[in-house]
T-cell receptor, first 115, second 116 residues
Framework: AQKITQTQPGMFVQEKEAVTLDCTYD???????LFWYKQPSSGEMIFLIY??????QNATEGRYSLNFQKARKSANLVISASQLGDSAMYFC????????????FGTGTSLTVIP | NAGVTQTPKFRILKIGQSMTLQCTQD?????MYWYRQDPGMGLKLIYY???????DKGEVPNGYNVSRSTTEDFPLRLELAAPSQTSVYFC???????????????FGQGTRLTVV
């Protein structure tokens, strides 16, 4: 089974609107971490936000927030007030506490911000 | 801070040639990784290392070899290059973090490899 599933190959959002990128995960480990990365067209991988499985509150970093629903095993990224510079690929990733030595990545979502 | 440095940034290989992708990190991270990213796809783990002298296979190790003689360096060797190895290669490093989680992976800029 896939450890990380991102079901939206492509998304479009109007500038200044909010957008949610979906991510579901599969693990039986009670301790795990969830990560979101941004990959602009230039190719580098930029870390955005982290959520730990024991964190009581949803993580936030500026315009990024993570909608963490543990029972549903989902960790959706919410980008508020989209900007043209947000156009990029977005990857969800997971790290399990029992091993901790691997990051599992989803297939990514391509986000296009429309002026 | 340099972070994770990969060389070269671009390379064209002929079928059957060999090459080494270099990766160095200056953050004293124990964990290092090599991923490949095919067009429009996510990252697939080739090899990883949890410390000097220790390496292990990831999801797609065939056709590659690694070594980890120091904490800083984690080179990836391609033997007998094939067109299927045309991809973008990323090296990354991380700390173990609390309980094995909690710290992100830091990525190099990537190496775009074309095998013709």
């Amino acid at each position: 089974a896939q450890k990380i599933t991102q079901t939206q190959p492509g998304m479009f959002v109007q500038e200044k609107e909010a957008v949610t990128l979906d991510c579901t995960y599969d693990t039986s480990d009670p301790s795990y971490g969830l990560f979101w990365y941004k990959q602009p067209s230039s190719g580098e991988m930029i870390f955005l936000i982290y959520q730990g499985s024991y964190d009581q509150q949803n993580a936030t970093e500026g315009r990024y927030s993570l909608n963490f629903q543990k029972a549903r095993k989902s960790a959706n990224l919410v980008i508020s007030a989209s900007q043209l510079g947000d156009s990029a690929m977005y990857f969800c990733a997971m790290r399990e506490g029992s091993t901790g030595n691997q990051f599992y990545f989803g297939t990514g979502t391509s986000l296009t911000v429309i002026p | 801070n340099a972070g994770v440095t990969q060389t070269p940034k671009f390379r064209i290989l002929k079928i059957g040639q060999s090459m080494t992708l270099q990766c160095t990190q200056d953050m004293n991270h124990n964990y290092m990784y090599w991923y490949r990213q095919d067009p429009g796809m996510g990252l697939k783990l080739i090899y990883y290392s949890v410390g000097a002298g220790i390496t292990d296979k990831g999801e797609v190790p065939n056709g590659y070899n690694v070594s980890r003689s120091t904490t800083e360096d984690f080179p990836l060797r391609l033997e007998l290059a094939a067109p299927s190895q045309t991809s973008v290669y990323f090296c990354a490093s991380s700390d173990p973090g609390q309980g094995g989680i909690g710290t992100e992976a830091f990525f190099g800029q990537g190496t775009r490899l074309t095998v013709v």
